[in-house]
């Protein structure tokens, strides 16, 4: 497992291609054990993976991550803590599990998932977080809970079969607005 501290974060998770690359031997003369260096595929490059693992930890201030998933079974973990953290999910696929854990001020979060039987686990604490969802599938298990105060969720649901949820909030000054349209998934 492996924890990335980053200031921004744009990670393409179902299909990572790690691919080495030659160091020139200028550098190996300088530092003879180089960092490997990761480079990620274009975007135009992403095939769909499947049972990918990721855990991405980000502490301080003013950190952003997106994250793009595509493909069945992907599991990630998110741990945000410290001040105005902003954090975008994409997934694509069925039996997905996400479990996303912001503490802190000023946060922001934002889902979009699209699938079957996915579940998704959100943990907000502290002042003026924002949460955001935008979900289309069916047989969805999720579970959200803000703690602290000025928080604010906003959940779009698109499902054809009601999904199992609990939304929590704990505080003062808080605001939820949950909308379950049932239209026909696109094809």
Do not use: C, K
């Not at 980053?6 to 180089?34: C, F, G, H, K």
């Not at 990761?38 to 490059?45: G, K, M, N, T, V």
């Not at 039996?95 to 996915?118: A, P, S």
């Amino acid at each position: 497992m492996r924890i990335l501290h980053l200031t921004t974060v744009m990670l393409y998770l179902a299909v990572i291609q790690l691919r080495a690359q030659e160091v020139p031997a200028a550098v190996d003369s300088i530092n003879p054990d180089p960092i490997p260096v990761i480079q990620l595929p274009d975007a135009s490059e992403l095939v769909p993976g499947q049972h990918n693992r990721a855990f991405l930890q980000q502490v301080g201030e003013e950190h952003q991550a997106t994250v793009w998933q595509s493909g069945q079974q992907q599991q990630l973990r998110i741990f945000q803590q410290g001040e105005a953290q902003q954090l975008q999910l994409f997934q694509l696929g069925d039996g997905n599990n996400w479990h996303v854990t912001q503490q802190g001020i000023g946060h922001e979060y934002t889902g979009v998932l699209r699938g079957d039987e996915n579940q998704i686990q959100v943990l907000q604490s502290g002042a003026y977080n924002s949460l955001q969802q935008d979900l289309i599938g069916n047989g969805m298990d999720y579970q959200i809970t803000q703690q602290g105060s000025n928080l604010e969720l906003i959940q779009i649901e698109n499902n054809s079969l009601a999904p199992a949820y609990q939304v929590q909030q704990t505080g003062e000054d808080m605001r939820i607005i949950i909308e379950n349209g049932i239209q026909s998934l696109p094809e």
